[in-house]
């Protein structure tokens, strides 16, 4: 039985172990929140390799007391040699999924980080510089780690697709074989890359000769991407979205994510009647607050410069009332709609001040497109897949465009003073599983542990899969299930604790002190305070 994790110094939740000590370090030497982040960050793309990389995007909340929480957004966009008829003339109907044409966006993950450091160094006056933050990482990398079951899994699951992608059996599969669970995989080429970032900066990725070297990499292996697409790149920082819940002012990011969507479920969810956890009203409202949400983001998010409509008017009181009167307390709505996959990694961390960072980093799919630079050891990511090459798409490929994402941090500020951070990796599960999460802990009043370990649900894709039906853990109670089956609902049962379901954590703070902390038992991770 795992239990909530409580300190008062600070507190960092990650889904691999090696990535919470590294940033708990941090924080036990008197850093800030943002700095513990990034030095988890970094430890994370070289702990979990098959979920994010440097070569990936991220997104941030960070809140301070006092203040309105701040949003940075590290999304690359396409490429200028990324446009639909690039790929109609080589007789595509899509972009590719793997291989170099799916490396098309510039990873925006770096200067995310730089852009994070900034409000550190700023606002919080932030005192460490980055050989200390990426020191963890770049000695995990250099000395190995100890391969985890689910990057073995992932490894041997994802391996037959990737021929067209250069460098991934040899990084992946060192000796010809998919690595075993506790076998040492050792990154050097990836810990020299960060050993130049420790030295030259961040920017180095983007204008430096880090750049220089990623931009002649991608070129050869056939990449649309150049010099110039990273050169002219820079996170943003902008303004959350939030929504009103029983009182509770809930933020999440606005689009190109699927934040909006996150919202929606939850407001739209606070109108209906949720009975117990784990119950048929808990379950069914909430898949079907999903799908209303769902229908809205899949018609309207996209970059948010192409948007013609304020994703903050489908948060309004009476669009969300009106959602929820749509919804029969007793049958489904037909399903599927259209889904996207994705992989990725959620983190928090909480300071001795109180300040806190929600993090979310992918590379998209698992291995991203699955092509490592020779030089640098860095696997790029594939976002740019969620591109249409159709015109008439609202998220159809233009050079330079922001593709839409799945990923996206929550936070609270709970109207009895504290302050949730949460979040989880898994594609189209992340807002279910984050109103999964706040239902239970915030407004059923469960255990904060207990709420990251209960059993989940999933409508939609993830991790690559064509399914898109609803899949729940076994645990669940038969009766529950035979009532959803019989309400409409196309039920799968899988494992007690599939991966399937996300890697979820959580973090609160609380008026005097406490922080409380909860990592998935589906990971490898774990809350680490002090």
């Known amino acids: 039985m795992l239990h909530t994790t409580r300190a008062y110094g600070g507190m960092l939740v990650a889904p691999h172990h090696l990535a919470a000590q590294a940033g708990q370090r941090v924080l036990a030497e008197g850093g800030n929140a943002i700095e513990a982040m990034v030095a988890a960050a970094a430890a994370i793309a070289v702990v979990y390799p098959h979920m994010n990389s ?69 606002a919080w006056d932030g005192r460490f510089l980055l050989p200390r933050l990426l020191e963890d990482a770049i000695a995990v990398a250099r000395e190995g780690i100890a391969v985890t079951a689910s990057q073995a899994a992932n490894t041997a699951a994802k391996k037959p ?73 820079k996170a943003r920082r902008v303004h959350p979205l939030s929504v009103e819940v029983a009182g509770h002012r809930v933020f999440n990011m606005p689009p190109p994510t699927q934040g909006l969507a996150s919202l929606m479920l939850l407001g739209i969810a606070q109108h209906l009647d949720f009975g117990e956890p784990g119950s048929f009203d808990f379950i069914h409202g909430l898949l079907e607050a999903t799908k209303r949400a769902f229908l809205v983001r899949d018609r309207h998010v996209t970059d948010p410069d192409y948007m013609t ?23 489904a709505m037909p399903w599927p709609a259209p889904a996207n996959a994705g992989d990725t990694v959620w983190l928090g961390a909480i300071d001795r001040e109180g300040r806190a960072v929600s993090f979310i980093q992918s590379t998209y799919w698992e291995f991203g497109s ?30 330079g465009r922001r593709p839409f994402h799945t990923i996206q941090p929550a936070l609270a500020q709970l109207s009895d003073g504290r302050v949730m951070t949460y979040g989880t990796m898994g594609g189209e599960g992340q807002p279910q599983t984050q109103a999964m999460l706040f239902a239970r802990h915030v407004l059923m009043g469960q255990d904060l542990q207990e709420t990251v370990t209960a059993p989940r649900w999933l409508l939609g894709r993830t991790w690559g899969s064509e399914h898109t039906n609803v899949r729940m853990e076994d645990r669940f109670d038969p009766e529950v299930i035979a009532k ?40 490898d991770g774990q809350a680490r305070g002090f």
């Open 161 to 233: 697709e990737m021929g067209s992608s250069p460098g991934f059996a040899e990084t992946y599969c060192p000796d010809g074989s998919v690595p075993r669970t506790g076998d040492r995989f050792r990154q050097a080429r990836l810990a020299a890359s960060l050993e130049v970032l420790a030295k030259e900066g961040l920017e180095s990725f983007y204008r430096g000769d880090l750049a220089r070297s990623l931009a002649s990499d991608l070129e050869a292996a056939g990449s649309p991407l150049r010099l110039s697409d990273l050169e002219g790149f």
């Open 54 to 122: 440097l070569g990936g995007d991220n997104f941030w909340l960070i809140h301070e007391p006092g203040e309105a929480p701040i949003g940075i957004d590290a999304c690359g966009g396409a490429a200028e040699l990324a446009s639909i008829d690039f790929y109609r003339e080589q007789g595509l109907e899509a972009i590719p999924g793997r291989g170099p044409l799916a490396a098309l966006t510039v990873a925006g993950a770096l200067s995310g980080w730089e852009a994070a450091l900034a409000v550190s160094k700023g």
């Open 484 to 523: 959803l089956k019989a309400a409409g609902h196309d039920i799968e049962l899988v494992g007690a604790f599939d991966e399937i379901m996300g890697h979820a954590g959580a973090l609160v703070h609380h008026p005097d002190g406490l922080i409380e902390g909860a990592a998935d038992p589906r990971s």
């Open 309 to 331: 409509v304020d994703p903050a008017s489908f948060l309004t009181p009476e669009v969300l009332r009106e959602a929820a009167g749509d919804i029969d307390p007793v049958k």
């Open 370 to 399: 699955g092509v490592v630079l020779p030089e640098s050891g860095i696997v790029w990511q594939n976002r740019g897949t969620s591109f249409s090459l159709d015109r008439a798409h609202h998220n159809h490929l233009l050079p």
